[in-house]
């Protein structure tokens, strides 16, 4: 979940799942507007971080560059 003080704007699951069906930052951005640039990012390094480790299994998926040149980049940098 995402707060600033009291008020929760969204949490990591509703990013995550715009993210998946194939919203944008800007779309993302648009639709919540209290969140913040970087609050997508940390949603998706958490979700990213949950995964981790847990016996997930690699799948294909030709049409999202998940070759060597993406995984090479920052953590923080969004494929979009």
Do not use: H, Q
């Not at 609050?39 to 981790?52: H, I, S």
């Amino acid at each position: 979940m995402f707060n600033r003080g009291r008020r929760v704007y969204c949490d990591v699951a509703t990013v995550v799942g715009m993210v998946a069906d194939g919203m944008g930052e800007e779309e993302i951005l648009k639709a919540y507007p209290n969140l913040e640039r970087e609050d997508v990012r940390e949603a998706l390094r958490y979700a990213a971080e949950a995964v981790r480790g847990r016996g997930s299994r690699p799948f294909e998926a030709p049409s999202l560059a998940c070759g060597p040149s993406w995984a090479a980049r920052s953590i923080g940098e969004a494929p979009w």
